[in-house]
């Protein structure tokens, strides 16, 4: 039998890696696979990369991923010069060593695991068309199905959502792990799937493991995070606290029809009158007991 640790968005979180790590020395591993978003997000996305590097594990580019190689090149979007809505990925690019991103560089985008008698698997990070495209668990199947047509797997794994899913949708078996390091589901827990394996097929474990949050809280703050990012680092800063998506603040800032310069007065009027599922895709809206 074959036995995977399947890892997805640990964004700079050493915490959260370092207690997935050690829960997985309970387990006889075969190999550890990392589904994309290694970096960004977190105060120590330098260190989690080289952990990363180092263990030589199969890893693949997600979308924050680009934002480190991408940044500051013709190949980036014209709204990424917005110093102000982009500060943590200027942070974030300084920090990272030359030569860790230049591993990075080379990174796959999918990777197509082929273990013996076992059937394939094949991972991408978003969709298999782009990083930065949902699968969300309230897709129905047809549109799941439209996503999948041109892959000839019939397992996948990807992440991108921060969400666990298992899930059969024609002949596809999908799995996503959730995010070790910035879960979105109201849980402050890392969240990683073990892939058991032979020749019937794939099944999974899904591993919620407690990480120590204020060491992460603690380190936005030493490592100037919260001093240079601005009112998008607090935005970050938040979801780590809270385990909720709180982006919608840029939403409601459309609704307001009217172009305001990003502040932290701003801020503090949205978090004053906070319902952060008023602006999140429903996917999120789980553990609202």
Same mark, same amino acid.
């Given at each position: 039998?074959?036995?995977?640790?399947?890892?997805?968005?640990?964004?700079?979180?050493?915490?959260?890696?370092?207690?997935?790590?050690?829960?997985?020395?309970?387990?006889?591993?075969?190999?550890?696979?990392?589904?994309?978003?290694?970096?960004?997000?977190?105060?120590?996305?330098?260190?989690?990369?080289?952990?990363?590097?180092?263990?030589?594990?199969?890893?693949?580019?997600?979308?924050?991923?680009?934002?480190?190689?991408?940044?500051?090149? @013709?190949?980036?979007? =014209?709204? *990424?010069?917005?110093?102000?809505?982009?500060?943590?990925? #200027?942070? %974030? &690019?300084?920090?990272? !060593?030359?030569?860790?991103?230049?591993?990075?560089?080379?990174?796959?985008?999918?990777?197509?695991?082929?273990?013996?008698?076992?059937?394939?698997?094949?991972?991408?990070?978003?969709?298999?068309?782009? @990083?930065?495209?949902? =699968?969300? *668990?309230?897709?129905?199947?047809?549109?799941?199905?439209? #996503?999948? %047509? &041109?892959?000839?797997? !019939?397992?996948?794994?990807?992440?991108?959502?921060?969400?666990?899913?298992?899930?059969?949708?024609?002949?596809?078996?999908?799995?996503?792990?959730?995010?070790?390091?910035?879960?979105?589901?109201?849980? @402050?827990?890392?969240?990683?799937?073990?892939?058991?394996?032979?020749?019937?097929?794939?099944?999974?474990?899904?591993?919620?493991?407690?990480?120590?949050?204020?060491?992460?809280?603690?380190?936005?703050?030493?490592?100037?995070?919260?001093?240079?990012?601005?009112?998008?680092?607090?935005?970050?800063?938040?979801?780590?606290?809270?385990?909720?998506?709180?982006?919608?603040?840029?939403?409601?800032?459309?609704?307001?029809?009217?172009?305001?310069?990003?502040?932290?007065?701003?801020?503090?009027?949205?978090?004053?009158?906070?319902?952060?599922?008023?602006?999140?895709?429903?996917?999120?809206?789980?553990?609202?007991?």
């Amino acid at each position: 039998m074959t036995r995977l640790a399947v890892l997805s968005d640990i964004h700079g979180n050493l915490p959260a890696l370092q207690a997935v790590l050690a829960d997985i020395k309970n387990f006889n591993i075969d190999q550890v696979i990392v589904a994309g978003d290694t970096i960004h997000f977190g105060p120590f996305s330098n260190q989690v990369a080289k952990i990363v590097i180092e263990s030589e594990w199969p890893v693949i580019r997600g979308n924050n991923e680009y934002f480190l190689l991408d940044f500051n090149t @013709s190949r980036a979007s =014209i709204t *990424w010069n917005n110093t102000v809505q982009f500060a943590p990925t #200027i942070w %974030t &690019n300084q920090r990272i !060593d030359p030569e860790v991103k230049n591993k990075i560089a080379t990174w796959p985008d999918t990777l197509n695991l082929r273990f013996g008698d076992l059937p394939p698997i094949q991972v991408f990070h978003g969709t298999p068309a782009s @990083s930065w495209e949902p =699968i969300f *668990w309230t897709m129905n199947d047809t549109e799941i199905e439209k #996503i999948l %047509t &041109n892959v000839e797997a !019939d397992y996948v794994i990807c992440g991108h959502t921060h969400l666990v899913m298992d899930r059969q949708v024609g002949r596809w078996h999908i799995f996503n792990p959730g995010s070790v390091g910035l879960p979105l589901d109201g849980i @402050s827990s890392a969240s990683y799937m073990i892939l058991e394996g032979n020749k019937p097929g794939w099944r999974a474990t899904v591993r919620r493991i407690p990480f120590n949050r204020e060491d992460v809280l603690r380190e936005f703050e030493e490592s100037g995070y919260n001093k240079d990012c601005g009112p998008i680092g607090k935005l970050i800063v938040e979801i780590h606290k809270i385990a909720r998506p709180t982006f919608g603040f840029l939403k409601w800032l459309e609704t307001r029809k009217v172009k305001e310069p990003l502040t932290h007065e701003l801020l503090d009027e949205y978090f004053a009158n906070f319902k952060w599922w008023e602006f999140a895709n429903p996917a999120y809206h789980l553990n609202m007991g």
